[in-house]
């Protein structure tokens, strides 16, 4: 199709709707289309946006329209023609995000492969000049996608460890003027000072929201913003990018070191809502070092505004110029052609999803389902055979596009756009509903509080629950936890493992978690990490007997089935193993001075005893599971070195408490048979 001369330009200073009314009519249709494709990972993100860590994420997309409006005159002035060697991109979005649904399962990937959809949809429709203005705010939606936790976790301690060396230097400069001692070890930073007439010394912990991982993205999306919203130099944007993070670390370590010299005065006001404000405060300091260095970068150089001034003009006729050509095409587009669209979209999207699965079946170990009858080799056929029907479609859709630019163009690309992304989606859904995989986990809430195991059982006296501060617990992301401590009455009092610590958290209705084990914790306290070794666990026979025709193991809790009022000792509880692996934590002072001391710790997961956090993540659910849970069961026998000794105490320990702490967690046979949790107005379970 070729256009016709432009004979009359609109006035320069006219202002010229950037899109018509039947281009937000396709627009909206596109949109319907993409948000049914992607619907499973944009309500992902809604929920992440309720966590304080990524509660970013919903303003990233109005800042990405800002920047688009902002621009909309350079948008104007740009050609327009359809990209057809686009069109491969837009598969490989889409059918990336589906294998990260499965066998992938990583929702960080997902996200990006649904940024590179748009970005490659966007391109596809308005050609390369338009991607000039448009690559960045499509490309700035990758901070709106949470970054992985096993990822974000490694982040955190380094923030954690830097927070905690500059906040102790600034303090350490503070008491020179001021009457107290500063030193750290780890991520604790010890504080001595007076407090009422005495000499006191106290730790103050650097968790992760105080070193700046909360805000540390939200630093980066606003320093970013910054560097493309005003009319900046390409060097200029990079200095800011680059210093995005700098300005987020210098501004949490004065936020540490706020903390710290409030400790001095009243810890309280160093916690809690408080410690929160304190948080919120400082992000007036980095937006005020955002916008000095955004200053400083402009007087570096020396602007021209005649030329600048003359550059705009230029623009703004351009845009005009754009605007007469829309003006004079033809404003009706014949329905065949949109149906046209929408068959060949339609068919690109079946043929390539066929080949897709094709394709995963002549390489993976495990058949598709519906696929096992075909032989590998003959699947490899298919795949050839569908790639050359693929391009043919492809080289056919481009013939019968009236041109590649104008709004007959547009509207069958629209069309094409529609029909593709409609089939991808019917067939994401009908493969989700046919195969029974659940996206979104629910949470499976616990048979008993934590708080209700047994004070006293056996040789185990109870001595105290440790209260972790709010901080803490913000950092443990879950309230559902104990940490408690007990005397082991069979040993003398002051001897090696009389005292043992158990710790237990429990997350429910999250599948991306990285949960959190001593060798990190310990490490933020300051202690040196000696090694890691696996170490299995055996449980009494005598305490876990084989379930009759069943796998497992059962046992026999004091604990009373949810629903029982009172205490009936003799209750039967699943136990997945017998024998349990787990992972042995060793660690010593930071000196050297004393002796090695040790930690075992295992997971429960869905009704599965799991050794670490990376066996959670990858074992610990199963994709058609609607629910799920993990519990972290943490022992720590106090003052013993011998890692034998430490094994044989943590033994004990389980024999005697493992029954009741199973009977605090769901269990997983009831919750898959849909007898747990218990629906308002049922009977609890047997």
Excluded at 30 to 36: E, I, P, S, T, V
Excluded at 69 to 98: D, E, H, M
Aim: aromatic share 12%.
């Amino acid at each position: 199709m070729t256009s016709t001369p432009m004979t009359k330009l609109a006035p320069a200073g006219q202002p010229q709707p950037l899109i018509t009314p039947i281009g937000w009519a396709w627009i909206a249709v596109c949109l319907a289309f993409f948000g049914w494709m992607h619907w499973n990972f944009l309500f992902q993100t809604y929920l992440w946006s309720k966590d304080p860590d990524w509660s970013h994420v919903l303003i990233i997309p109005g800042i990405s329209i800002y920047y688009i409006y902002l621009n909309k005159t350079r948008l104007q002035a740009a050609p327009k023609q359809l990209c057809w060697w686009a069109l491969p991109l837009i598969f490989i979005g889409l059918y990336s995000y589906v294998f990260w649904i499965f066998p992938g399962r990583n929702d960080m990937f997902r996200g990006y492969s649904m940024v590179l959809t748009i970005f490659a949809t966007a391109l596809f429709l308005f050609g390369p000049a338009a991607m000039r203005v448009l690559w960045f705010p499509i490309a700035y939606l990758v901070l709106a996608v949470k970054v992985s936790d096993a990822i974000w976790s490694r982040i955190a301690e380094r923030l954690q460890d830097i927070a905690a060396a500059g906040a102790t230097v600034m303090l350490q400069l503070f008491s020179e003027f001021m009457d107290f001692t500063v030193d750290n070890a780890g991520n604790t930073i010890t504080m001595g000072f007076w407090r009422d007439g005495l000499w006191v010394e106290e730790g103050m912990n650097v968790a992760e929201a105080c070193a700046g991982l909360r805000m540390l993205m939200a630093f980066i999306a606003l320093g970013v913003a910054m560097a493309f919203l005003f009319d900046r130099a390409w060097w200029q944007r990079l200095i800011m990018i680059g210093l995005a993070v700098p300005i987020a670390v210098l501004v949490n370590i004065g936020r540490v070191t706020a903390l710290g010299l409030i400790y001095t005065v009243d810890k309280e006001y160093a916690q809690g809502d408080f410690h929160l404000f304190v948080g919120m405060l400082m992000l007036i300091p980095a937006a005020g070092l955002f916008l000095l260095v955004g200053w400083v970068l402009e007087k570096v150089i020396i602007r021209d505004p005649e030329a600048e001034s003359k550059a705009h003009e230029k623009l703004v006729e351009q845009a005009a110029a754009q605007a007469a050509l829309s003006k004079e095409e033809p404003k009706k587009v014949a329905p065949g052609l949109v149906a046209k669209g929408l068959v060949l979209g339609a068919a690109l999207a079946l043929v390539t999803g066929i080949v897709y699965a094709m394709l995963f079946n002549g390489f993976s170990a495990r058949p598709v389902p519906g696929l096992e009858w075909m032989p590998k080799a003959l699947s490899l056929i298919g795949v050839a055979v569908g790639l050359v029907i693929l391009v043919g479609l492809a080289l056919f859709a481009r013939k019968s596009a009236p041109g590649r630019r104008g709004l007959a163009t547009w509207c069958f690309a629209a069309a094409m756009i529609c029909g593709l992304f409609g089939v991808a989606a019917t067939g994401k859904q009908s493969i989700l509903s046919w195969q029974k995989i659940v996206l979104h986990k629910e949470a499976v809430e616990l048979r008993h509080n934590l708080n209700d195991l047994p004070l006293d059982k056996g040789p185990y006296s109870f001595i105290e629950d440790q209260i972790l501060p709010p901080e803490i617990i913000d950092e443990l992301g879950t309230e559902h936890y104990l940490s408690r401590w007990y005397r082991n009455t069979s040993i003398d009092e002051g001897q090696p493992g009389s005292l043992v610590r158990l710790h237990i958290a429990y997350y429910t209705g999250i599948n991306d978690t990285v949960p959190h084990v001593p060798d990190r914790c310990f490490i933020a306290a300051g202690v040196k990490h000696k090694g890691l070794s696996d170490q299995t666990i055996a449980i009494d026979p005598e305490v876990a007997t084989p379930r009759d025709g069943l796998p497992g193991y059962q046992a026999t809790a004091l604990l009373p089935l949810p629903g029982e009022p009172e205490y009936a000792p003799g209750t039967v509880v699943t136990l997945p193993e017998r024998e349990i692996n787990t992972v042995r934590f060793t660690y010593g002072p930071p000196d050297n001075v004393k002796e090695d001391q040790h930690v075992i710790y295992f997971f429960a997961a869905n009704g599965k005893y799991l050794a670490s956090p990376n066996a959670v993540r990858a074992q610990g659910f199963d994709i058609r599971d609607a629910h799920s849970y993990y519990c972290k069961i943490e022992i720590q026998v106090l003052g013993e070195n011998d890692p034998d000794a430490v094994t044989r105490h943590t033994t004990d320990l389980l024999n005697v408490f493992l029954p009741d702490i199973m009977a605090c967690l769901p269990d997983w046979d009831d919750v898959k048979a849909g007898r747990w949790p218990i629906q308002p107005g049922e009977p609890s379970a047997p």
